[in-house]
């Protein structure tokens, strides 16, 4: 009997004691300047390169131009190994919805963002950005 009343503060020790690993670090935690470029149906289709105020914080993505449209701040995901692909999906009431998938690689960010408007029509744009200075 006294051997288990002493095993188990023991245990419940060890337990604070055992190396947790540490979270991964989220790669675009930051602001970011990205321009966006139509690719040639998307440009047939009326569509125009535009540049951007991305923000990503504690796993929410929000963007300044596409929040004009009414593309609230959302959750995005980690993706990849080194979680450096994020995806993420965006609705607007009036203007239909975006996919988001994105790479950070070397200090640069790029990737696909598909914008399906309301009336079903599709434009595809590339986008590349760099992160906006901490200092």
Known sequence: MRWTWLACPAVALSMFLTPVPAMAEDVFDGAWTVSFTPDGN???????????????????????????YGFNTVTYALQGDSQDVFTANMTSLTQGSLQWVGRKSGGKLTGILVWTKSDGSTHRYTFSGTAYPTD
């Open 42 to 68: 998307a440009e047939a289709g009326g569509a125009q390169a535009f540049k951007d105020a991305a923000l990503f914080h504690n796993n929410e993505l929000s963007s300044e131009a596409l929040a004009m």
